[in-house]
């Protein structure tokens, strides 16, 4: 459906493992992972268990896999913390500081297939929290679509993902315009950013 579709995910999944393993070993108070899905990092990292874990996403789909985690994991890690959190209608202000976040430890935001699913508004309430709670040496990674993809309407690989959201009920909203990931980020507070291609994934 989505010729590359699968290298890509391949790839994108390495890489982020990389990047935490790395902020692991450099030292890492908490991991934060936004829209967690089925994401089995907290599980699989070796050295996860030293952090404190938050596992942030949509009521209906955490529900669904902690009930499929407590089918494989009896009891389920005491260092996990599993938040539920609808973005387009919820900041992580309203939620996260009150759940044993600590916004002065070093941590890493994992903000991995999300993006593109939100509004501008929670994507930029989501950056803000982060922003505005992070202590020096806190980092953020996630992945985004160039906007001009789904502005193009004679894009075919647009029309693919498109029809991809369908059918799994969801919708892309939201993308940065390419070349411009750097002052996106930096007017929000960020620095230090890295802006990693498809072609340096390959």
């Known amino acids: 459906m989505a010729p590359g579709g699968v290298g890509f995910v391949v790839a994108r999944e390495r890489y982020i493992d990389d990047f935490l393993i790395t902020s692991l070993n450099d030292g890492l108070d908490q991991v934060v992972i936004l829209g967690a899905g089925f994401d ?22 955490q529900a669904e896999k902690l009930k499929r985690l407590q089918k494989v994991i009896d009891p389920l890690p005491n260092y996990i913390t599993f938040l539920p959190v609808d973005f387009n ?11 044993g976040y600590d916004g002065h430890a070093k941590t890493l935001f994992i903000w991995q297939g999300v993006t593109y699913f939100l509004t501008r508004e929670g994507v930029d309430s989501t950056l803000a929290f982060i922003s505005a709670h992070s202590g020096p040496g806190n980092a953020l990674i996630f992945d985004y679509f160039y906007i001009e993809i789904f502005n ?3 894009n075919g690989y647009a029309k693919t993902l498109r029809r991809a959201a369908q059918l799994s009920g969801e919708e892309y909203m939201f993308g940065i315009d390419r070349g411009q990931i750097e002052s996106f980020l930096t007017s929000r507070g960020f620095r230090d950013v890295h802006n990693t291609t498809i072609e340096d994934l390959k």
């Open 152 to 154: 193009d309407a004679t």
């Open 40 to 61: 089995t990092r907290a599980y699989r990292i070796a050295g996860m268990q030293k952090t404190r874990v938050f596992e942030i996403d949509h009521p209906s789909t």
């Open 89 to 99: 209608s919820q900041t992580l202000a309203d939620r996260l500081p009150a759940s």
